[in-house]
């Protein structure tokens, strides 16, 4: 059984940065590793995912901005933040699941609001 734990959302001025921290559980190192959002209104959608090797993948959204990385020893998943974007305002959820974009395991979510 794999438990995630989120931290690290608040809110920030356009422009400005964060960095959310996601705590496993339980065995999730041959899992993809990745950061969800849901806007309200929207639909939950993928923004980074990171492998069991190391390799990432982002949404076209946040390529260049965001950046996905894990401390194995830590057993913890962060996604920096950078440049942000009233649009980028949602409940930001860390999964971990077999499939990329496909989460067998969910945090309870952390908010991020940017302002304009």
């Known amino acids: 059984q794999v438990q995630l734990v989120e931290s690290g959302g608040g809110s920030v001025q356009a422009g400005g940065s964060l960095r959310l921290s996601c705590t496993a559980s339980?065995?999730?190192?041959?899992?993809?590793m990745g950061w969800f959002r849901q806007a309200p209104g929207k639909e939950r959608e993928g923004v980074a995912s990171?492998?069991?090797?190391?390799?990432?993948t982002y949404v076209d959204s946040v390529k260049g901005r965001f950046i996905i990385s894990k401390d194995n020893a830590k057993n913890t998943l962060y996604l920096h933040m950078n440049g942000l974007k009233p649009e980028d305002t949602a409940m930001y959820y860390c999964?971990?699941?077999?499939?990329?974009?496909?989460?067998?395991?969910w945090g309870q979510g952390t908010q991020v609001t940017v302002s304009s």
């Open positions: 999964a971990a699941g077999l499939h990329l974009w496909v989460g067998d395991y």
């Open positions: 339980g065995y999730t190192h041959s899992y993809y």
């Open positions: 990171i492998d069991n090797n190391g390799r990432t």
